[in-house]
């Protein structure tokens, strides 16, 4: 095994990357003065720039280095996550954006407030930032010291939490979502280039598949897993990665809201398309190099399988790559970081300040977005040790997500898919659906004999929560048809849409982009199934 020893040139490589980051974000942090310009980027982003952040923002260093290990450890089955978002998000560009887009929302709160009333926005509002900050960024800073203290065993984490907290929000605070998008740009080509690098490199020293498939059971190299399976049995991936991915991609402020900036629909809808086309080479650069580890050290040579990409950067990439490859897991840290943090500061900044002073100028919107910013930051690099009390930190992640966004699910699907619905049906589900969500989670932690694997969570707390929108919005009023119209979908909206796309030459049609896509997708499955 090799020691993890970093060069000068290694150490010089990430702090190159570290000034030109920040830098870049300082940039473009010029003349943020209006909410649209901080917070939205000015409703400006053009599909490939949303494409690159959007997946940029969703490998963190977590799925960098817990791919690998899982795939190790357990085999390949958790690329489902990966394959399972292109289905996600085309789904969300056909059904969810054109509503989004055309209602001119800041946030995904405030079009829950357009379709229903300011109880479920407050409500949503509050539930998203403390996931924001409390799972999403404190999860990405701990996965970001857990690599710091693998390369520097003796390094204290919470100094780790915190530089690596101030470099991200130095650029967030200043700049808003315009440079946390373009910095994501930089920051997604050198994730994608930096894993090819240790992908390839992996396989040349395995020398061929044959090697590999000799020293990885069948069970390992298949997607599609028994409904025994304790880590992801099918009925899971095709119910509570599919609700899991609806909530990240579809609802989830710190995502949409790259999608809420675009030029104009088509723009979303091409970025999220490419977004989801850069999912698919997952398989190929993130996931299979912890197959690789497999016949390269053996089974049980790496007993901590988060060491495994540690393990393959020090062992198979010489000085000077080695460093960019680190690099790329700052990048994939910072990208993360100051996505969540901008979020959070959209939300409070939009849906409460703005919400309770109308009359607030953009300056003083700004100023305080900015004000939030770094209290978001100090409150996450505060919280992030306190993850070491949990067993690991993708039970953390996937645990606390299968409970809380349910509920938020549904009341957007409804909302978006029966007109029916009303306000307080909306609020029902929330508080019902959260409910029930506290009472599984208690009798799974404190009842003995009781073990709901936790993919099995999002249908049972969602069904729950469809039926209480369902009889409480029945055993209400209809909410005014010419309040809901304009936010609810109807056959009408597709046979326009279909009429539209048949203008444009084939390569730009929506429809025609998205099967070709979804074939792509069918066919990786099918290759691993």
């Not at 000799?214 to 049995?233: F, H, K, N, R, Y």
């Not at 599984?440 to 069904?463: S, T």
């Amino acid at each position: 095994m090799p020691s993890f020893d970093l060069t000068l040139l290694d150490g010089l490589m990430v702090g190159v990357y570290v000034v030109v980051i920040v830098g870049i974000g300082l940039y473009v942090s010029r003349q943020q003065e209006s909410t649209d310009d901080y917070f939205l980027a000015g409703r400006s982003l053009p599909w490939a720039v949303i494409g690159f952040s959007l997946f940029a923002t969703n490998i963190s260093t977590s799925s960098l280095v817990g791919m690998a290990g899982d795939a190790y450890a357990y085999g390949i089955a958790v690329y489902n996550y990966e394959w399972m978002a292109v289905v996600v998000l085309i789904l969300f560009a056909l059904f969810f954006l054109p509503f989004y887009l055309r209602s001119q929302v800041f946030t995904m709160p405030e079009f829950l407030e357009r379709r229903f009333d300011a109880r479920s926005r407050y409500y949503v509002s509050a539930v998203t930032i403390t996931g924001n900050i409390l799972i999403d960024t404190a999860g990405a800073l701990y996965a970001g010291a857990l690599v710091i203290r693998i390369l520097f065993p003796g390094f204290p984490i919470w100094q780790a939490v915190a530089i690596l907290a101030v470099l991200s929000g130095l650029y967030t605070i200043t700049g808003g979502l315009k440079a946390v998008v373009y910095t994501d740009v930089i920051q997604a080509v050198l994730l994608i280039g930096a894993s090819s690098v240790v992908s390839v490199m992996a396989f040349n020293r395995v020398g061929s598949w044959a090697a590999v498939t000799e020293a990885t059971p069948p069970d390992m190299l298949s997607l599609i897993q028994p409904i025994g399976d304790p880590v992801l049995p099918w009925p899971g991936l095709v119910t509570g990665v599919f609700l899991l991915g609806v909530y990240f991609w579809g609802t989830n402020q710190f995502i949409v809201q790259r999608i809420l900036a675009a030029k104009n629909l088509n723009h979303g809808r091409r970025g999220a398309l490419f977004a989801g086309l850069l999912k698919l080479p997952i398989l190929f650069i993130m996931v299979l190099p912890g197959t690789f580890a497999r016949a390269l050290y053996g089974p049980e040579a790496l007993a901590q399988a988060d060491k495994v990409l540690p393990t393959m950067m020090f062992d198979l990439l010489p000085v000077g790559v080695r460093g960019i490859v680190l690099a790329a897991l700052v990048a994939a840290i910072m990208s993360s970081v100051d996505s969540t943090l901008n979020s959070a500061s959209t939300l409070i900044t939009m849906d409460f300040v703005k919400k309770l002073r109308p009359g607030a100028s953009n300056r003083l919107l700004v100023i305080i977005g900015r004000c939030a910013t770094g209290f978001f930051m100090l409150l996450a690099a505060a919280w992030a040790p306190f993850i070491l009390n949990f067993p690991s930190l993708w039970q953390y992640l996937q645990t606390v997500l299968a409970y809380l966004s349910p509920p938020v699910v549904a009341c957007f699907v409804f909302g978006v898919f029966w007109a029916r619905a009303n306000r307080h049906g909306a609020l029902a589900a929330l508080i019902v659906g959260h409910g029930v969500a506290v009472a599984l989670a208690l009798a799974n932690w404190q009842i003995p004999g009781v073990d709901i694997q936790f993919l099995y969570v999002p249908p049972l707390v969602f069904a729950v929560s469809a039926v209480v929108i369902g009889v409480v919005s029945l055993a209400g009023d209809a909410p005014d048809p010419a309040t809901v119209d304009e936010y609810t979908w109807t056959l009408s909206h597709v046979e326009q849409e279909f009429a539209e796309a048949a203008q444009r030459p084939w390569y730009k049609n929506f429809f025609v982009q998205s099967a070709l896509l979804l074939l792509l997708t069918a066919g990786i499955v099918g290759l691993f199934w």
